[in-house]
């Protein structure tokens, strides 16, 4: 009786002597854990506010090149003294086809002699018409090789005017500065000055999408109620694609129709 109570008592006096971890050093444990949790959600935002600068801040000011126009051209005062507004130096030919920026030809009707005491006159006589050198502008619209673009059924036929895509230019008194991208050689005006293509005005960019706004509400649509109605243009648009023969294109349709699609704007 005596020895199991012996071993009993052996037994309770090892178990006393087995440490035990005190609450304090898991509570331990336990912060350290949240501290290094805590440390890498502070590295990731860090990381995302960093590339969020990087891509929407420093990046644009990196990819276009800032230039000058070669001549300091005043719209305002043109449109002021010029009759004719606009159209008298951007025109459309006999053809049909529009003049686009005025040749050194055209300016020369007023500009044999040095007109006025401005500086940018004197140097636009000097340097390009005593030489006969073309003034080599650079074009805020200038599009890819493959995109035709006619100005005559936009201008003539649609009634646009120069403000929906081109903004108030006749209102400047001189040209902006023209923003190339360094990998393109295009104008920042194509893409947009916002990087994540959101624009608030129809000439803040000149990208498909934007003609795809217009020309979308014009494709298979003959009335007001059907413009209305998106389901039912929708419906046809998919019944054209899938039954391209079958589709009867009225006049009114636009680049979404089987006169040339694509090869209408793109040669």
Same mark, same amino acid.
């Given at each position: 009786?005596?020895?199991?109570?012996?071993?009993?008592?052996?037994?309770?006096?090892?178990?006393?002597?087995?440490?035990?971890?005190?609450?304090?050093?898991?509570?331990?444990?336990? #912060?350290?854990?949240?501290?290094?949790?805590?440390?890498?959600?502070?590295?990731?935002?860090?990381?995302?506010?960093?590339?969020?600068?990087?891509?929407?801040?420093?990046?644009?000011?990196?990819?276009?090149?800032?230039?000058?126009?070669?001549?300091?051209?005043?719209?305002?005062?043109?449109?002021?003294?010029?009759?004719?507004?606009?159209?008298?130096?951007?025109?459309?030919?006999?053809?049909?086809?529009?003049?686009?920026?005025?040749?050194?030809?055209?300016?020369?009707?007023?500009?044999?002699?040095?007109?006025?005491?401005?500086?940018?006159?004197? #140097?636009?006589?000097?340097?390009?018409?005593?030489?006969?050198?073309?003034?080599?502008?650079?074009?805020?619209? #200038?599009?890819?090789?493959?995109?035709?673009?006619?100005?005559?059924?936009?201008?003539?036929?649609?009634?646009?005017?120069?403000?929906?895509?081109?903004?108030?230019?006749?209102?400047?008194?001189?040209?902006?500065?023209?923003?190339?991208?360094?990998?393109?050689?295009?104008?920042?005006?194509?893409?947009?000055?916002?990087?994540?293509?959101?624009?608030?005005?129809?000439?803040?960019?000149?990208?498909?999408?934007?003609?795809?706004?217009?020309?979308?509400?014009?494709?298979?649509?003959?009335?007001?109620?059907?413009?209305?109605?998106?389901?039912?243009?929708?419906?046809?648009?998919?019944?054209?694609?899938?039954?391209?023969?079958?589709?009867?294109?009225?006049?009114?349709?636009?680049?979404?129709?089987?006169?040339?699609?694509?090869?209408?704007?793109?040669?």
């Amino acid at each position: 009786m005596s020895t199991a109570q012996d071993k009993l008592n052996q037994d309770a006096a090892e178990q006393s002597q087995q440490p035990i971890e005190s609450p304090t050093e898991q509570d331990n444990e336990d #912060k350290k854990g949240n501290g290094a949790g805590s440390a890498i959600l502070l590295f990731f935002i860090l990381g995302f506010i960093a590339s969020l600068i990087m891509g929407w801040v420093i990046f644009p000011k990196v990819l276009y090149s800032r230039k000058k126009q070669p001549i300091n051209y005043n719209h305002a005062l043109h449109i002021e003294l010029v009759d004719g507004s606009c159209e008298n130096c951007h025109y459309f030919r006999q053809d049909g086809s529009f003049s686009g920026i005025p040749k050194l030809a055209d300016c020369l009707e007023c500009h044999e002699e040095i007109n006025g005491v401005s500086p940018e006159e004197e #140097k636009f006589f000097t340097q390009y018409v005593t030489t006969g050198r073309e003034v080599p502008w650079l074009i805020y619209s #200038k599009q890819p090789p493959n995109v035709f673009f006619s100005h005559a059924p936009h201008v003539k036929m649609a009634k646009l005017g120069c403000v929906t895509c081109h903004g108030p230019i006749g209102e400047s008194t001189e040209p902006k500065i023209y923003e190339e991208n360094r990998l393109t050689g295009y104008s920042r005006d194509i893409w947009g000055r916002n990087i994540a293509g959101i624009k608030r005005n129809t000439w803040d960019r000149m990208k498909m999408n934007d003609c795809e706004e217009c020309h979308q509400r014009m494709a298979y649509t003959e009335t007001v109620a059907e413009i209305q109605q998106p389901l039912i243009r929708h419906l046809k648009e998919m019944v054209a694609v899938v039954f391209p023969n079958a589709a009867q294109t009225k006049k009114g349709s636009s680049v979404q129709t089987g006169k040339g699609a694509c090869f209408r704007c793109h040669k």
